[in-house]
């Protein structure tokens, strides 16, 4: 299945007043008035990527209803993108390689950003975990509990059913005695 991306540069449609489609566009995303000045900067955005054609259609159609011009455009797939991470099969070449790559991996990953958007998330450190193998140990250290010293021979359980010693309430009601009142005809 193909997925596609909504792309957006800023671009507002020939006749339609600036300002209408800024504050259309930004009561659609609901955007605050920084996301907005990001949007409306000219550069290339993806708003929303991995969607259907009919979704991706959707997306464009309220743009353009909102006074703004976007691009759909295919994603690229995975066998057209060049993998940048290196498969986990592969071990360092060298000894220098392997303490660098021991280095960077404790002091976390970097994020790069995909958009504007994103940007904010630049200085994120990504600690690089680890998975633990099938049926391992994850405590790393047991203390030893010495157990305390109590007398528990006095207690026992009741039997199911028995009585715990709740308070009953009477199940007889005081009637209160209304000899006295009458009924009157009008």
């Known amino acids: 299945m ?3 991306q909504v792309v957006f540069q800023g671009e507002i449609q020939a006749g339609v007043d600036a300002e209408l489609a800024r504050s259309a566009v ?3 995303f609901q955007l605050s008035d920084g996301n907005l000045e990001r949007l409306f900067s000219g550069k290339r955005i993806v708003i929303k990527q991995g969607l259907d054609a009919a979704t991706a259609d959707k997306y464009r159609q309220a743009i353009e209803r909102a006074g ?3 691009v759909v455009e295919p994603m690229a797939s995975e066998t057209d993108a060049a993998p940048t991470a290196k498969p986990a099969s592969e071990a360092p070449a060298s000894a220098e390689s392997a303490e660098e790559s021991a280095g960077t991996a404790s ?3 970097k994020l790069e950003p995909r958009d504007s958007f994103m940007a904010a998330f630049t200085e994120v450190d990504a600690p690089d975990y ?3 193998p099938v049926g391992s ?3 790393e250290q047991y203390r ?3 157990p305390l010293d109590i007398d528990l021979a006095a207690l026992s359980l009741a039997p199911v059913g028995s009585d715990m010693g709740e308070m009953k309430k009477d199940q007889t009601a005081d009637v209160p005695d209304t000899s006295h009142l009458k009924l009157q005809d009008k």
């Open 2 to 4: 193909a997925e596609f």
């Open 107 to 109: 002091k976390g990953s």
């Open 144 to 146: 030893d509990y010495t």
């Open 26 to 28: 930004g009561q659609l």
């Open 137 to 139: 140990d994850l405590q």
């Open 68 to 70: 703004a011009v976007c």
């Open 130 to 132: 680890d998975i633990a």
